[in-house]
């Protein structure tokens, strides 16, 4: 079972407004994922780091997103104005290494 | 090329028999292919993998077969339970040094009774 927390669960805001998501890897576990999981169950890779560094992200995250990793803290990602389509579930991931990777439970982000 | 195609959307099955997912990949850099079941509600759960240097791999109920000239690989569920059914997600790494994940559309599985 994953060890993965993710905070909040839920998370409801309005239109224009922040967002913010964090998540702790399991132990031991350098590398960190996001993802989101639309409402047609369709996965898309947001950001990921090993360790503080990013490793890749796309183009999207680079706009409204943002995310960091730091030393001794939770991850956390960021909407920065939410819009409608931004409604989803967000992954956490976190992995030993490029490959396992172990989902947390989800933040079910809800922009109305 | 960053697709993983999966089939099929959707699968009923009488319990005790078999279920099987095929899923096919562009990249031949991919080297690892997990497999996550879905519960409504619920986070993905890894339930098993394979890597390319193998080409079977079996877990309890489960069996992964991977073919790499193909670039297919495949989850084979045995005797299947009602608690199964689920919804279930290939995948295959798009960027081997990366890790970044590329899904499958996902496989909506139900056992009858």
């Known amino acids: 079972n994953s060890k993965v927390i993710q905070t909040p669960r839920y998370l409801v805001k309005g239109q224009g407004q922040k967002a913010k998501m964090r998540c702790i890897p399991e132990k031991g576990h350098p590398v960190v994922f996001w993802y989101q999981q639309n409402k047609n169950n369709e996965f898309k890779f947001l950001i990921n780091f090993q360790n503080q560094e990013v490793l890749q992200q796309i183009d999207m995250t680079e706009k409204r997103f943002s995310a960091e990793c730091p030393s001794n803290s939770p991850c956390s990602l960021e909407i920065q104005s939410s819009e409608a389509g931004d409604s989803a579930l967000y992954l956490c991931a976190s992995s030993d290494s490029y490959a396992e990777q172990f989902f947390g439970p989800g933040t079910r982000l809800t922009v109305l | 090329g960053e697709q993983v195609e999966q089939l099929p959307s959707i699968l009923r099955v009488q319990e005790g028999s078999s279920a099987s997912i095929n899923c096919t990949y562009e990249n031949s850099a991919s080297n690892y292919f997990p497999w996550y079941k879905q519960e409504p509600g619920e986070n993905p759960k890894l339930i098993i993998d394979?890597?390319?240097?193998?080409e079977r791999k079996q877990t309890q109920g489960l069996i992964v077969l991977l073919d790499k000239k193909a670039k297919r690989f495949s989850l084979h569920i045995t005797d299947t339970q009602p608690g199964d059914s689920a919804m279930y997600f290939c995948a295959a790494p798009y960027n081997t040094n990366t890790g970044k994940l590329t899904f499958g559309d996902g496989t909506v599985l139900t056992v009858k009774p």
């Open positions: 394979i890597r390319s240097n193998m």
